[in-house]
Every structure is written in structure tokens, then in C-alpha cells.
């Protein structure tokens, strides 16, 4: 049973920093994809950023508008994404999913976290 667990969520002020933790279990975590996406109510999940496989160099990539702002990591040992995420603003509030996707990224992902919640106040 794959199961994603995103932590580190949280309250901050605008203009700090937070990194949230996705740990991955009953999956070998170097054959996925790892994503995060976030969604605010009443508007459609968006995407934040990808970090590729082990046959894709592991290669990442941040959506140009967080470009900067956020990085994502994997550390393959710990079976964790990682989500780091700088000068936060009131804008970048919302709920952040964990995704798995096998092979390649994609966005027809095959496996969700819960979320955590990100409250950034101004």
C-alpha cells in the first residue's frame, strides 16, 4: 500500500521560509517521480514543481512563477521529497499535496498525499 505523508506546514509571516517533508512508503521511491501541487478553496489544484527518476538524472523543475522561490529536493535514502519554499507571501497560502507518479513525470499522477496546510499571514 503506497501511502504519501506530507509534513512541515504551518502559520508563517510573509517573507519567511518553510520546508515541507513528503516521506513515501510502500512504493521503491527511486523508480518515481515526485510532485507538489497546492490548491486554495474554490480554485483547481496547480502545479509547483516535479523532481524527476532515477533514469531522468533525478532533474527538477519549478514552475516559473515560484522559479526562485522554491526548490525541490529528493533524498532517496529517506524515501523524501522536499519542498523549500523562501519569501513566502499571503498568495502562496493554500494546501500543498505530495505526488507520485512511476517512471518519468506527468500529470496524470498515480498517487496523492493529504495535504498540509500553509497559512502565510501578512
Known amino acids: 500500500q503506497v501511502q504519501l505523508v506530507e509534513s512541515g506546514g504551518g502559520l508563517v509571516q510573509a517573507g519567511d521560509s518553510l520546508k515541507l517533508s513528503c516521506a513515501a512508503s510502500g512504493l521503491t521511491f527511486s523508480n518515481y517521480a515526485m510532485g507538489w501541487f497546492r490548491q486554495v478553496p474554490g480554485k483547481e489544484r496547480e502545479f509547483v514543481a516535479s523532481?524527476?527518476?532515477?533514469?531522468?538524472?533525478?532533474?527538477?523543475y519549478v514552475v516559473d512563477s515560484m522559479k526562485g522561490r522554491f526548490t525541490i529536493s529528493r533524498d532517496n535514502a529517506k524515501n523524501t521529497v522536499y519542498l523549500q519554499m523562501n519569501s513566502l507571501t499571503p498568495e502562496d497560502a493554500a494546501v500543498y499535496y505530495c505526488a507520485a507518479r512511476r517512471g518519468s513525470w506527468g500529470t496524470d499522477v498515480q498517487y496523492w498525499g493529504q495535504g498540509t496546510q500553509v497559512t502565510v499571514s501578512s
Open positions: 523532481i524527476n527518476w532515477r533514469w531522468s538524472d533525478y532533474k527538477s
